[in-house]
């Protein structure tokens, strides 16, 4: 089971700040695929893998990271400096 948080505009898209999600994905990259099959709420949000920034248990990562050993996963758009 992994905590998924979802921040600023994925969090508007999906309806939600967070959920736990049972996933038999080996990477994030696969879990974005399970979440994008649920519904299209979720496949509106990460339509564009390029416009989101990805986390494992708070330290920044790619989406083609294994989930192995992992509790945590964010997602966000990049910050804008300023």
């Not at 990477?27 to 496949?43: D, K, N």
């Not at 339509?47 to 945590?72: C, H, I, K, N, T």
Request: glycine share 6%.
């Amino acid at each position: 089971m992994i905590e998924v948080l979802y921040f600023a505009w994925v969090r508007e898209r999906i309806g939600l700040p967070r959920e736990k999600v049972e996933t038999a994905a080996e990477t994030v990259a696969g879990l974005v695929e399970e979440l994008r099959a649920r519904e299209e709420r979720y496949a509106l949000a990460f339509a564009d893998l390029a416009s989101l920034r990805v986390a494992l248990d708070q330290e920044l990562s790619s989406f083609d990271a294994p989930l192995a050993g992992v509790r945590e996963v964010a997602f966000f758009p990049p910050m804008t400096g300023g």
